[in-house]
């Protein structure tokens, strides 16, 4: 987890970042503003924070968001979904579009109708451009105001860089972004309509809202983040019960299988809390005798997962197989195993298992980035290629997939692109510096394909365009 003083080095990264772009003071904020103070912010949050970019976790969550993005109507921008590993409760929109999840908030959460719900919630602010609104009404017009408001948004939970950030802050600008009551109704009216419109049973948002309240009268001395962006709990509890009241005969949709949620739940929290922790609560949902059925396997699932990580393979395949036997209809849980597989040495195994996934879903990036890196290791290199190209078309920004095709590229000779692809890694892994130099010497190789050289040579336009070189 991030200490104070990490929040505090955000917090500094983001403002002088954004200090550095001068912007005409003018009274609104426009999109093409948007577009580029959200561009600024995404580097910068890569290299501030963790995120949790596992080709499963980063997939589901996408995946859910383009679900809101069918029935929302035309946006302004091209959402993109994140996760940033950090315990706080907390959730933000940022602009262009951005989104991000902290795990805190997500471990939270007990069903996927309330993960939607904010969501929904934030497509809605977002949609409405509520936050330019509240920089407008606010006179937040410059990008250096701005880009400090929106750090106190992301980091403004901790005490330093709270401090930090209201203290450099005019007339309490961070304040000012609060979201109004009026901005949380629109954006609360919006999610309760596209959860019925895409079948989902709004009752995710009272549920959600209800845990907000509780976490509210407990941390009462340090309200989180988002209870401080997002206010006015209790009348937005009361106003999503009043619309569910108003349609209490009409039938809502209720949804029964949570599978896929507890599932993404359970590994992204196996990699982010506490090992010891997390063991101790997954045993206590299986030793209760009232958990349900459900409730004991997917905890077996998340064991698991927790056995993966501290490589007790023979723990985690048993625990594995047992949760495949209880749920045979889901063959995510294959690739899983798999995964378990590749990590314990089994690499024959795991790759049989692996080509079997992909066969019956060419889409599912999970199982394509670790058939790849099985066939790596089976000295199956040009195979493997194929592959991650696969992934980095589905998942352009994810660092981990040009590291693996740097190392084929630079194994094959071809030093030009080892470094290209390198630069790309360093890139969206928040790592600017290291991304320029590499992708210098990209161009600067003799070797390197034209049309790389001319991606190189972007990327390099994009790196200075936010840094103001």
Not at 13 to 37: C, D, M, N
Not at 63 to 81: D, I, N
Not at 194 to 216: D, F, H, I, S
Request: net charge negative; with cysteine; glycine share 6%.
């Amino acid at each position: 987890m991030r200490t104070h003083f990490n929040r505090l080095v955000a917090v500094v990264v983001i403002a002088a970042l954004v200090i550095l772009t001068p912007v005409p003071r003018v009274a609104a904020f426009s999109i093409g503003e948007e577009r580029e103070v959200g561009e600024k912010l995404l580097y910068t949050v890569r290299s501030a924070f963790e995120l949790v970019d596992d080709p499963d976790v980063m997939q589901y969550i996408n995946g859910l968001g383009r679900g809101v993005l069918k029935v929302s109507g035309g946006q302004y921008f091209e959402y993109r979904f994140f996760v940033i590993n950090d315990n706080e409760f907390n959730a933000f929109a940022a602009p262009s579009g951005l989104i991000f999840f902290y795990t805190g908030l997500i471990s939270m959460m007990n069903s996927e109708d309330e993960l939607l719900s904010v969501m929904a919630h934030e497509i809605g602010h977002i949609s409405k451009r509520h936050l330019a609104s509240r920089m407008e009404k606010s006179k937040i017009v410059g990008i250096a105001s701005i880009g400090m408001a929106i750090a106190a948004l992301a980091f403004g939970s901790g005490a330093a860089a709270g401090t930090l950030a209201m203290g450099s802050l005019a007339a309490g600008q961070s304040a000012a972004l609060h979201f109004s009551r009026q901005d949380e109704e629109e954006a609360d009216l919006l999610a309760y309509g596209w959860m019925k419109e895409m079948g989902r049973n709004p009752e995710g948002q009272e549920k959600m809202l209800q845990t907000m309240r509780r976490v509210a009268r407990y941390r009462s001395e340090r309200l989180p983040q988002y209870l401080l962006t997002h206010p006015e709990t209790e009348a937005r509890l009361d106003y999503v019960q009043s619309l569910l009241d108003n349609e209490q005969h009409a039938a809502v949709a209720t949804r029964t299988d949570e599978f896929e949620f507890f599932r993404f739940k359970y590994r992204l929290m196996s990699q982010v809390q506490d090992k010891a922790a997390f063991r101790t609560l997954l045993a206590g949902v299986i030793s209760n005798a009232r958990s349900t059925p459900f409730a004991v396997n997917m905890a077996k699932f998340g064991l698991s997962q927790v056995d993966r990580m501290e490589n007790n393979f023979d723990s985690s395949l048993k625990l594995i197989d047992e949760v495949i036997a209880a749920f045979p209809q889901h063959t995510m849980l294959q690739a899983d195993k798999a995964v378990i597989e590749l990590a314990a040495g089994r690499i024959a195994d795991a790759r049989k298992r692996l080509e079997r996934v992909v066969a019956n879903d060419r889409t599912n990036t999970y199982a394509l980035f670790y058939l790849a890196k099985a066939l790596i290791q089976q000295g199956e290199q040009r195979a493997a290629e194929s592959y991650l190209q696969e992934v980095a078309i589905d998942m352009p920004e994810y660092p981990k997939v040009y590291f693996e095709l740097g190392q084929i590229a630079a194994n094959q000779g071809k030093n030009g692109l080892a470094a290209a692809y390198l630069g790309k890694h360093y890139l969206y892994a928040g790592k600017i510096e290291l991304a320029e130099k590499s992708l210098e010497d990209a161009i600067g190789n003799g070797s390197t394909p034209p049309e790389t050289k001319r991606q190189c040579e972007d990327l390099l336009e994009t790196i200075k365009r936010i840094e103001n070189l």
